[in-house]
């Protein structure tokens, strides 16, 4: 039966430590200067009723990806599991599924000349039944990943109790990356 | 300082940069220049007698050929990977308008460079090296009876080169400044444009024994047509977004305000590429004064207006994105 992954991002826990990005640079061997992941930290507020706000910058895996939907050759292509995959030897770098991505999550490795973005470490990582790196590596488990066909899963459970935030949603693009946005909140 | 994040540049890098813009400038040009030959050929050829094509039919096949293959020239060796291009020809993906504009210039091209061997059948068959070539125009000519169907065939097939370069850009909602319904039909009237000048230009400066005079009004008179229904256009196309959801307003006020390209827009697309023509057909060519030297530094300036328009829809795109 085919996978429905999510993974979620829960702003309350996000200390923006970066560990994932660096994890992501590790396993993925990604080059200087590009980033399959990147999480910004901003202060909002006024003072003194100042607050963070964090995003994660990655690939969404869309359920509706307009970068597979552009792409000339198919190189960009979609699994059975419903994630977003590049095909690096059909892939003749035209840059269309770059500029078709809502979420600036992909570009050019620089060494191979083709285009990368976040696999959710699907071949090195979560195909062998492993966490992606980002989602084992950080310290307070603002990052959880799963299955959401799995029913008592973390991921299912959390769903269930969360009030969820899907970036872009207005686009109907149906990322598989979900915010658990703060409930603090930031009086501006 | 620098963010704890790292580089931020992958963001905002312009990833289709002066080679995209200037391809679709050449497919325009392309497309525009065989649509008014064509236009010509149809309207103001009387007699059909292939020996004497007037001037601007003449133009239109030497320029429509030779721009698409520039064009396409620029295209590949803008890819990451020029020599997997032929990937593009095995595979195609129908939802994307690069596979589909690929197909429609496989049915161009070719049919363009057959376009040129008739229109200068004689002159080919003059040069030995081009002799081998004799076969093919023989074989061409011996569906004389279907000239007219393949002409048509060829309009159509230019009007789909014209346009599938607005649908390009226009198929991506990322970009608010691309993705407008507008911008085929704007890319369309521009190469129009861009055609009629090109036609006049070449023709004036190469084939003036064969000028006819009486086209080239023909013509004036549809670039005239043609930018008094580009103006209203970019109206549109800047109202549209304007009054568009998410980020196409903010879009397109940084888009006609901000830095270099709103400047661009102004002085180049709206200002030498629109306004210059216009008061030059005011004032020069409505008391028929038809001076060559007017005509030519119209004709280039249309050209440059038409370039800018491209160049700034891709940069500014790319730059201004809410
Ligand atoms: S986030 Fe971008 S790259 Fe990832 S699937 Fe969606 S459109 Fe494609
Ligand atoms: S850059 Fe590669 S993956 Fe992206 S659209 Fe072009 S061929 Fe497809």
């Known amino acids: 039966m085919p996978k429905q992954y999510r993974l979620l991002y829960d702003e309350n826990l996000c200390i923006g430590c970066q560990a994932c990005s660096v994890a992501c640079r590790v396993e993925n061997s990604v080059p200087d200067n590009f980033f399959r992941l990147q999480v910004h930290v901003q202060t909002k507020g006024v003072f003194p009723n100042l607050g963070m706000s964090y995003e994660r910058l990655s690939c969404m895996m869309c359920e509706n990806p307009p970068c597979v939907s ?6 960009s292509f979609q699994s059975k599991d419903g994630l977003v995959h590049i095909d690096e030897k059909t892939c ?9 991505c809502p979420y600036h999550a992909r570009f050019v490795n620089p060494l191979k000349n083709v285009v990368e973005k976040c696999t959710f470490c699907y071949d090195t990582r979560v195909s062998k039944e492993l966490l992606p790196a980002c989602v084992s590596t950080c310290p307070t488990e ?22 969820l935030v899907f970036p872009k949603a207005h686009l109907g693009t149906k990322p598989k990356v979900a915010f658990i946005p703060s409930r603090k909140g930031v009086k501006v | 300082m620098s963010p704890m994040w ?13 080679a995209i813009a200037i391809y679709l400038f050449l497919a325009g040009l392309s497309s525009g ?11 103001r050829h009387e007699r059909s007698n292939s020996s004497i094509w007037d001037a601007m039919i003449k133009a239109g096949a030497v320029v429509a050929p030779t721009a698409i293959f520039l064009g396409l020239f620029l295209l590949v060796i803008d890819l990451g990977r020029p020599f997997s291009f032929y990937w593009l020809l095995v595979r195609y993906n129908i939802t994307s308008v690069m596979s589909l504009g690929v197909l429609f210039l496989l049915i161009y091209t070719p049919i363009v460079v057959v376009f040129m061997l008739l229109v200068f059948e004689r002159n080919v068959i003059k040069h030995p090296i081009l002799a081998p070539l004799e076969g093919l125009i023989n074989l061409v000519k011996s569906f004389h009876s279907y000239a007219k169907i393949i002409e048509y065939f060829l309009f159509v097939a230019a009007l789909c080169v014209g346009s599938y370069t607005g649908f390009l850009l226009s198929a991506l909602y990322a970009i608010p400044l691309w993705n407008s319904p507008l911008l085929p039909v704007l890319f369309l009237t521009s190469s129009l444009s861009s055609g009629v000048a090109v036609n006049i230009l070449i023709g ?7 000028i006819n005079t009486e086209s080239i009004k ?3 008179v549809l670039d005239t047509r043609v930018i008094l229904t580009e103006l209203p256009l970019l109206a549109l196309f800047f109202i549209g977004m304007f009054y568009a959801g998410g980020d196409a307003p903010q879009a397109a006020r940084m888009a006609l305000t901000e830095g270099f390209w709103a400047g661009i827009f102004w002085l180049g697309v709206i200002g030498v590429g629109l306004g210059l023509p216009l008061l030059t057909v005011i004032v020069a060519l409505r008391s028929h004064v038809y ?17 800018m328009l491209r160049y700034y829809i891709i940069y500014a795109g790319q730059i201004y994105l809410g």
Request: contains cysteine.
């Open chain 2, 33 to 43: 220049s065989i649509i008014v030959a064509l236009l010509v050929k149809w309207n």
């Open chain 2, 218 to 220: 023909y013509l004036l």
């Open chain 2, 6 to 18: 790292g580089s931020v540049e992958q963001y905002s890098t312009i990833h289709w940069s002066w």
């Open chain 2, 291 to 307: 001076r060559v030297g007017y005509i030519i530094i119209n004709s280039m300036v249309v050209i440059l207006g038409v370039l």
């Open chain 1, 92 to 100: 003749i770098t035209c840059k269309y599924c770059i500029l078709a």
């Open chain 1, 142 to 163: 603002a990052l959880s990943f799963g299955d959401m066909r799995q029913k008592g899963s973390l991921v299912e459970q959390k769903s269930q109790k969360e009030v």
């Open chain 1, 70 to 75: 552009v792409c000339p050759t198919h190189a």
């Open chain 2, 204 to 210: 004036l400066l190469f084939f003036k024994s064969t």
